[in-house]
């Protein structure tokens, strides 16, 4: 196997974000750009030689031949084995279970997650550890340091792999093997969830479902253990074929982006359970008939039903949600007498938390919840806990969380996005409202008086590292929130995002929509953050 050093300069921009480095496909394919942030991380990282190493994405454009560079560039830097998904296929939530299964040392996943794909959209890259979660920000620190002064990276002179054929080959002391993508973790799945009485309660009529893959990653999944293994009918999975471009649409399981799903769902013919997942496998959507369930909700309750599910019978040693997810959660946690705690937005922050047993259970608002099963979120994995929960309560989706809102109050919440703000205007409204925070406790709006004002920030409780700058929070007397928070997960521009939550315990309030029982709190959100005044907009670009 010839091994060579190419000459290479770097490129100033490949900082990764909250889940890796993400960039238009263009930019990806720049002479050098993925290899120069590929060797940045074998750079970076220690005692690798002979090791084990699990690649994989969604599909999405630019993946296979970008895999096909990774194989060449991982048998020149000395890793002993690359555990490959056929076709370079992998769900995120797969291949943390394969990291953790086969004590890999870590994994590189090509994904951009939720964000659109094709040859003018979106490619990302993240690195995974042997614990199967998404580097820390120490090991992404390392990552862009090393690549503003990279140099030459090494690549092995050898014939492209054919990765859609199930098998081993070696090059000399490199051994590559391609596995079936689904296998393993519908197996995980088999040990955590209660698929007798799930086959008995779809076989039976009492639960129908309607998933939708989004041409995304997810559909080979759903079609093997939704259809083949627990017996829902082919059509109960649609759009269930990967392809590059996601099908021109929006992997990004909402209300906004899964429309077919929606329109069925909020129909005469909805089925029990309706859900869909994103490009990578590892956000969902979850929704019953006529209702939508937030993500904050949905984290609240499994954390309130988890002792129906086989694999968490036993209890929950703790819970754990981001900072902007509502506090729904903390109310469960209470009641039940278990930690939560509140982390920055990012699943890396999770990690320590899992790995220490503090905590059983995680979500975000942003569509992501998960376990100690993997160290990812996982989207399958929660609509698979819904299936669980309905067949076990005998009750729908809507019973379910009418209950848990009776039982706990509710958290009505709302996210609005901005997307693709100019840069140097998202920071202009972040600036207002850092200036703003001494001042707002005490502060009357209406019925909202500021208990608190700050920007958040958070100590690990396991290894003591300090995030700071994590988003503002402004909390008020009554229980309500709103949050502020540029996201790092697009590649345009800057987004705003904007979470407003209202807590009503009074259950006649409960059915309320939650844009009308939150137009106070929106209307003080844009007098505090001027983003529509700032961007001229007149609205969201979109509304969860």
Not at 445 to 456: L, P, Q, S, T
Not at 466 to 475: A, C, E, F, L, P
Request: negative net charge; glycine residues 10%.
């Amino acid at each position: 196997m010839q091994i060579v050093s190419i000459p290479t300069h770097p490129y100033t921009d490949q900082n990764p974000g909250t889940s890796g480095l993400r960039k238009k496909v263009t930019v990806f394919q720049q002479p050098d750009y993925l290899e120069n942030f590929v060797q940045a991380i074998f750079d970076s990282l220690e005692d690798y030689s002979g090791k084990t190493l699990v690649l994989g994405g969604d599909g999405r454009y630019f993946n296979r031949p970008a895999i096909q560079t990774i194989i060449k560039m991982a048998a020149a830097n000395g890793f002993g084995e690359l555990i490959i998904g056929q076709g370079g296929l992998l769900s995120t939530p797969a291949a943390s279970n394969l990291i953790r299964k086969n004590k890999a040392f870590g994994g590189l996943i090509l994904s951009a997650s939720h964000n659109p794909g094709g040859r003018d959209e979106d490619f990302g890259i993240k690195y995974n550890v042997s614990n199967g979660g998404p580097a820390p920000e120490s090991h992404t620190d390392a990552f862009y340091k090393r690549s503003l002064t990279i140099s030459s990276y090494k690549i092995a002179e050898i014939e492209d792999t054919d990765i859609d054929r199930i098998g081993s080959r070696h090059i000399e002391n490199f051994k590559i093997t391609v596995i079936d993508p689904v296998a393993d973790y519908a197996e995980l799945m088999q040990s955590i969830f209660d698929f007798g009485l799930l086959k008995q309660s779809i076989g039976s009529g009492f639960i129908t479902l309607l998933f939708d893959a989004m041409h995304a990653i997810t559909g080979p999944y759903a079609k093997r253990i939704l259809v083949d293994m627990l017996g829902a009918t082919p059509d109960s999975v649609i759009n269930a074929e990967p392809l590059e471009d996601f099908g021109g649409h929006h992997p990004d399981p909402n209300l906004a982006h899964a429309q077919e799903l929606a329109a069925r769902m909020f129909s005469p013919t909805a089925p029990t359970l309706g859900a869909a997942s994103d490009g990578d496998g590892d956000r969902n959507m979850i929704t019953g008939s006529n209702i939508f369930v937030t993500p904050s909700d949905s984290l609240a309750i499994m954390a309130a039903n988890a002792r129906l599910i086989p694999a968490y019978a036993y209890g929950l040693s703790g819970v754990a949600r981001s900072m902007p997810t509502s506090q729904a959660v903390d109310r469960v946690a209470a009641s039940y007498n278990i930690p939560c705690y509140e982390t920055p937005t990012g699943w890396k922050f999770f990690g320590n938390l899992l790995d220490a047993g503090k905590i059983t259970l995680c979500g975000e608002e942003s569509f992501g919840t998960g376990s100690n099963h993997v160290r990812e979120k996982d989207g399958l994995w929660a609509v698979l806990f819904w299936l669980n929960l309905i067949a076990r309560k005998r009750q729908s989706v809507a019973d379910i969380v009418h209950e848990h809102w009776r039982k706990f109050g509710r958290d009505i919440y709302s996210r609005h996005d901005y997307e693709a703000i100019e840069s140097s205007v998202a920071n202009s409204i972040v600036e207002r409202l850092r200036s703003q925070l001494p001042e707002l406790p005490s502060q009357a709006f209406g019925e909202f008086i500021v208990k608190y004002a700050d920007e958040f920030s958070y100590e690990d409780p396991v290894d003591g590292s300090v995030s700071k700058n994590q988003g503002i929070r402004i909390g008020f007397e009554n229980g309500s929130r709103i949050i502020f928070r540029l996201s790092g997960t697009g590649t345009v521009g800057a987004t705003l995002r904007i979470y407003l939550e209202k807590f009503e315990v009074d259950a006649s309030s409960h059915d309320q929509d939650a844009q009308v029982s939150l137009s106070e709190l929106i209307k003080l959100a844009e007098q505090l953050c001027e983003v529509k005044k700032r961007t001229g907009r007149t609205e969201p670009t979109v509304i969860t």
